[in-house]
């Protein structure tokens, strides 16, 4: 099911248009907003969330965040993709995991899968995706 996922996910993200960064002086034209409405499910109080948040507010209609480890197959109903990241906070005992959403065999949305937080997830529905 899972491969299924990524490539709808990856056809649902095309290729942005334009450079995510102008160089100094140069005026770009603006950039087209896509259609697609996003779930970002990120960590709270995480740099790294708010970061994607700002480039995914930029390109995308709508965006939202929710919880990675509350995250439920029924909150991304209303959007169009689902992004699952979390940031990885080792500690002395940890390698600092997340835990992991709960999502139903059936969880057949478009996601796409980033970081220590898509692979948790992937092993969920078996898929070949693993740690580098």
Same mark, same amino acid.
């Given at each position: ?23 100094? /002086?140069?005026?770009? %034209? ?7 409405? #996003? +779930?970002? *499910?990120?960590?709270?109080?995480? @740099? !790294? ?20 480890? /509350?995250?439920?197959? %029924? ?7 689902? #992004? +699952?990241? *979390?940031?990885?906070?080792?500690? @002395? !005992? ?20 980033? /970081? ?12 070949? +995706?693993?740690?580098?």
């Amino acid at each position: 099911m899972l491969p299924m996922l990524l490539s709808i996910a990856f056809a649902s993200f095309a290729v942005i248009p334009g450079s995510l960064a102008s160089p100094a /002086g140069r005026q770009d %034209a603006p950039r087209e907003v896509l259609p697609q409405r #996003v +779930l970002y *499910a990120g960590s709270p109080d995480c @740099e !790294r969330s708010r970061q994607f948040m700002a480039l995914l507010g930029e390109h995308f209609a709508a965006v939202e965040f929710t919880d990675y480890s /509350g995250f439920t197959g %029924a909150a991304a109903d209303g959007f169009d993709v689902v #992004v +699952l990241d *979390a940031d990885v906070r080792p500690t @002395e !005992r940890s390698i600092g995991l997340p835990r992991r959403p709960e999502l139903a065999d059936d969880y057949d949305r478009a996601t796409v899968l980033i /970081g220590a937080g898509g692979v948790i997830v992937a092993e969920r529905f078996e898929s070949k +995706l693993d740690w580098l």
